[in-house]
């Protein structure tokens, strides 16, 4: 493992309970059976760079997502965060808020990951709160205006509700929410699948931005090889729960080792457009 | 890079007018009336000390020769004219049915308050928390729909006083009835506000408070709690007309609000024992009033149920 | 000259609302041949599912077709459209689940459906049901299970079998394999096209996938804001796209060819206008880059296969100069 890796995950697996329940079990004299959502997976990831998880449903990608950030346990594995230990057997999950502060996520859907009680500024205020970054209500203010412009937002947008934005502008405020603690670190759970490809394009070009500029490290989880091509740095192939490649996209892309990888890119619908790219 | 419209965004006020709930409800002739019903109650029962006649429970005011004085016309002794008419002890009427009013709206109100505060809690925490506290509470919730809620009711009303000492009883005897109504229908707005807790829980922006480490008190009170309250407020109006019914009921039963304080079920009462010797007015006033009161909230409730229902996704 | 087996004309749609009407679709036109297979390709709200929607007779009230015609065949089937849905017009939706009965056995649903349009006796409708079963790729045996006993891709495989098994003349899909995924869409679409062009049905595939369009469709109609803006064969689209929407939305498609993380994606700026604030003019103008003074004002004539002024104005400028 190189010595720059932010993150790194070794052994990762959860299984889920799926029997039926006990009485169904008592009378058809069937045992419990257990899924196998993820099966011994590691990876590391670089600082400042994207790693991509790219699979189809039921792959696992997701539950390494909620795993890494803490909102699933591991039945075994180790997490290592900058230099700490995020989830290990013997410990268990870290209960340190100074790691879950550097520690965000962007999730899938533009309409349920917003509160749709809350204000923009009150959402985008909470983390703020909530760790304690400023105590001073003009600075948390301030500070509410700059994550708005981060994202292309404007200032009068923190008074309204999350409905009176189109889907491409509430993932926009979900990203200024998962970059309201200062985090180093987004795992971003298919942000743009729910978005509409002309504004897919543009939250695409925003994380990049923002990886540029504030030096983040991101988990980029997605079905779409197209989407994963032009985010990630390095990307690993989930099929069933296990890691089957890994590989720098352009390697991966002109000689996939594995067939899965090669029939998952035959069958992403492509065209030969005179205008893209 | 800015999408968003550059005006201001609308004012509260603003958006209050704009909603489709007022739009709906200038076109609704029927809640309009019901609510008019509903307001003008509420505010003649606030304001019954300075609407009433008289005060209806100051023995100074009564005058036994005024005794069953039928409504618009000169008492034969004294001379007194009564709109409503009086009862037997001479009280007037409409005061009275004024001052039980209050009672009546008093009691039913507390008694929602209470039903609700119970009945959310429990359903948040029943939702969010799950495992074998969900059970418990569900399966007493279970239990009490089994019975009808005026039994119920009447069984906590008993026991409630007989744990008071004696001779707090009749000053307690609001409080005791409003424990009893409100215990005996907590029962939906758990079952209600779990089932959505169920569903809410679930939603991303909910993971996203985790990850910021809110306590589950946190997110059940600030995240949650604002995203069942639609619901919440169908089943405190339909509730409402429900406890009204429910104290009218426990008091013309008798075991209600003490005869100092009469509410529209003591009026009731009273009245009934003289509907067959002609004295009409003493019964049917206060019914009326009450018929009027349970079934406007009733409409209103229905109203708001149909209104707000196809956005509780 | 023949008849195309479907014309549409100015088919307007509305949705009356609380204090206004929404206009949806606004004077959609298009004409359909046999054994075509034409795209609808948009992004949500562009109106794509609405006009399949409305050729169905399947408008959700309160929205009402308050212009123009729908043809099929040279008879009009607006406002009566349900004696020819399921029959000559079949349905494939985005959830198997909604066209299929969870209570009954997938080849008793075939039967039906067979006997209900085909006139068969039951022996000769069981061995048709037996027969689609095995042309979409699922063992006829299966035919006693239940929809719940099949993945996601084979029970719009079945879809398929109880969309064509009345023989209709048109399949509307509507977004067919968007819940599906990418390995299992490829295969369903291709059987979608082969069935129908061995049939000689006719498809509007509705979609919001530039890739989908390319790789399945004959021609492609481009929907924005409730119009159409480009309509022709899906390879001269595709090659040359003539509207400043199409090409945005190719160009913003990622792409598996694309040369570095560090570039920066074309995109199209702002989102596509919601039905109670429709800009006035080209419903495009606020996002177009090469947009006129007369864009803002004037509503685009669709001519040439697209509905641009700027597109027009080259037109005018290069017939100038030849001349």
Redesign the interface.
Known sequence: MPDDSYLTVTGLSRHFDISEPWLARLVSGRGGRLLTAVDDVSFSIAKGRTYALVGESGSGKSTIARMI???ERPDSGTIRIDGQTAFDPVSGPTQD?SL?QK???V???PY???????RVGDILM??IR??GLISEETAQQRRVQELLDQV???A??A??FPH???G??RQRI?IA?ALA?NPHFIVCDEPTSALDVSVQA?VLNLLKQLQRDLQLTYLFISHDMAVVRVMAHRIGVLKDGRLVEENEPGALIESPREPYTRMLMDSTPRFAGGMAG | ????P????PTRLQRVLAS?FV??FTRAPLAILAAAVVAFLFLVAILAPAVAPTNPFDPASLNLMNGFTPPMTDNMFTGERFVMGTDDQGRDLLSAIIYGLRVSLFVGVMSVLLAMGIGVSLGLVAGYVGGWLDNLIMRIADIQLTFPSILIAMLIFGVLRGIIPPDLRDEMAIFVLIAAIGLSEWVPFARTVRATTLVEKE???V????????RRGQIMWR?IL??VIGPVLVIATITLALAIIAEATLSFLGVGAPPTEPSLGTLIRIGQDYLFSGEWWILTFPAVTLLALALSVNLLGDWLKDTLNPRLR | MTTPLLHVDGLSVEFPQ??QRLQALDGISFTLEAGEVLGFVGESGAGKSLTGAAIMGLLEPPGRITAGSITLEGRRIDGNAAGVRGREIGMIFQDPLTSLNPLRTVGDQLVETIQLHLNLPAEAAGARAAQLLEEVGIDPARRGAFPHEFSGGMRQRIVIALALAPEPKLIIADEPTTALDVSIQAQVLALLRRLCKERGAAVILITHDMGVIAETTDRVAVLYAGRLVEDGLTAAVIAAPRHPYTRGLMASTPNLDAVSVDTVLPQI???MPGLSALPDGCRFHPRCDVALPDCSRVAPVFAHGVACHKFAAEQKGEAADAG
């Open positions: 950030v803490g909102l808020s879950r520690l965000q996520m999730f899938q859907s349920s990951s917003l509160n749709p009680r809350w909470e983390p909530a760790f292309g937002l404007s009068p947008d008074d309204r009176e934005f189109s491409g502008q979900s929410r603690s543009q | 890079m800015t999408h968003s550059h005006t201001a965004p489709d739009f709906d939603k991303e922006y993971q996203a408070a985790r990850l910021i480490g809110l995240h604002p995203n | 609380r204090r700026p702002g989102s």
